[in-house]
């Protein structure tokens, strides 16, 4: 169905209101004159530029000053990249240099990764904030005195970072924030009913004593993850604000264009009476499900017995067994964490009462990895769209070719890109490395997953200018006008 949707806008050319033509008929008229990439000073101005002029005019965004220390050249020789190749995922992602490796189950996120993840948090904050989510931060640093009032101390066992600090108290790096935030909670003796539900959520580093961290960022030791606590005033409450959650994950990894099964899952270290997962399927998955051919059930398999066939729902459907991800996971945590912390609202009749709580995880980077495991090919990186770390790469022909002369038309088009689509501005990467053929570069694009590629070559110096334009999800490429590209990429949708 994505790929539908894909190639549907791919091949979408429709007509455009006439005063933006007008618009980029002028931004065309003199395509011809030399449009100069000025060297930059140390300051970071270009050298002789207009500077009141630059304040309007965003410079363009060159591959070859993006950081990204790629080994592009070394595709399938994994013995030249640092750290042991276990999935495509992680190969892919090191290769293009989206991540590097720092220490067993640790890794630097490089630039392209920090933007990609950046726009799967906001996507995240605005289907987190649809249902109500307010976001707040609380610390990594958590003590130890929480943990062993809840028991989790030494249920937790070796995953659990522990330390000391100087004067020998003990603390965890957290993994996960129930004791933390419900006893934010409890010390407000004011919470009405009113106030309820209460979704509080954060986004941030999680910390986790993997015994064998593997697969890149699918299994770490540091990893990002947004984490939601629900408070509420019953039982029902809380079954509602559990569902409300489960669809904003639907709509979530549905704008991903992400194919995601939730499962009836164990509940865990975590505690509780009720627990979903979300499931990317996918062979390197280490969790095994059973999915009902029939009905919508579907569950770990450690909910069941490993030899049941039949479905528990619907009785006619056969169960068949595959391997997913989990990207994502909820919780009806009930009064299990609330009552021993104290964590209370005044009810209609003005009495204390016990909040009723959930809680919801996503993997952040997780999410990513996961991504691109289940979307890439082998030879290249394929994003969701709405998450690429740059959506429009434009290649100029190479310096001193036969078509040298369309190098000018190729950087006005970067330029009038910005300027007449401006939701693609800081979204368009000019390839610069002029001194690499077109091929060579293209391949590069491809590994890179950049979801639009335009070529400017001999059919932009054509009477009627024409692109070539790759999509990379389709692998479809058309040759389009000025007006049928603006037409395209003013359909990307960015966040």
Not at 34 to 59: C, M, N, W, Y
Not at 238 to 252: D, F, G, M, P
Not at 467 to 472: G, Y
Request: glycine share 8%.
């Amino acid at each position: 169905m994505f790929l539908d949707l894909t190639r549907s806008i791919c091949l979408k050319q429709c007509m455009m209101e006439p005063a933006v033509r007008q618009i980029w008929k002028r931004g065309f008229h003199n395509l011809h004159r030399p449009f100069i990439l000025h060297k930059r000073t140390h300051s970071g101005q270009p050298e002789h530029a207009d500077v009141s002029h630059s304040r309007h005019v965003r410079p363009p965004l060159l591959v070859s000053r993006l950081y990204q220390p790629s080994n592009l050249r070394d595709v399938g020789q994994e013995s030249r990249l640092p750290g042991e190749m276990t999935c495509k995922s992680q190969k892919l992602m090191q290769q293009a240099g989206l991540i590097h490796p720092s220490n067993p189950g640790c890794y630097y996120y490089l630039p392209s990764t920090v933007r990609s993840m950046e726009k799967l948090i906001r996507v995240i904050d605005q289907e987190m904030q649809v249902i109500g989510g307010q976001k707040l931060d609380m610390p990594s640093l958590c003590s130890a005195d929480l943990w062993k009032t809840s028991e989790r101390w030494d249920l937790m066992g070796k995953e659990l970072f522990r330390l000391k600090d100087r004067h020998g108290a003990d603390y965890c790096l957290g993994p996960t924030h129930e004791e933390a935030v419900t006893t934010l909670v409890a010390h407000q003796t004011t919470l009405s009913y009113r106030q309820l539900p209460l979704l509080l959520y954060q986004i941030t580093r999680k910390f986790r004593d993997e015994p064998k961290p593997r697969f890149g960022l699918l299994r770490g030791r540091e990893f990002y993850m947004k984490d939601m606590y629900s408070f509420d005033v019953s039982e029902e409450a809380a079954h509602e604000t559990y569902e409300s959650v489960c669809e904003a994950y639907a709509r979530l990894f549905a704008r991903l264009g992400l194919r995601c099964v939730q499962v009836q899952a164990d509940t865990g270290n975590i505690g509780g009476t009720l627990s979903h997962e979300f499931q990317l399927p996918a062979d390197i998955g280490e969790d095994r499900l059973l999915v009902c051919g029939t009905c919508s059930f579907a569950a770990n398999m450690e909910t069941l017995s490993p030899d049941r066939t039949d479905c528990p729902q619907c009785s006619t459907g056969t169960l068949v067994e595959s391997k997913g991800i989990e990207v994502g996971h909820t919780f009806y945590l009930g009064k299990k964490y609330s009552h021993i912390f104290n964590a209370t609202f005044s009810n209609h009749q003005n009495k204390p009462a016990v909040a009723e709580m959930g809680c919801y995880g996503l993997g952040v980077t997780r999410i990513l990895a996961a991504a691109i495991e289940v979307m890439s090919a082998e030879e290249g990186i394929r994003w969701p769209g709405l998450i690429a770390p740059y959506q429009v790469c434009v290649l100029p022909p190479k310096k001193g070719s036969k078509v040298d002369e369309a190098a000018t038309m190729a950087e006005e088009l970067v330029h009038n890109l910005g300027q007449f689509l401006p939701h693609l501005r800081g979204e368009v990467v000019f390839d610069d490395r002029t001194q690499m053929t077109i091929g060579k570069r293209l391949k590069d694009a491809g590994r890179l997953g950049y979801p639009y590629v335009v070529v400017v070559g001999q059919a932009a110096l054509e009477e009627i200018p024409k692109f070539e334009v790759i999509c990379q999800q389709t692998g479809e490429t058309m040759f389009l006008s000025k007006d049928g590209l603006l037409d395209l990429l003013g359909t990307v949708e960015t966040v």
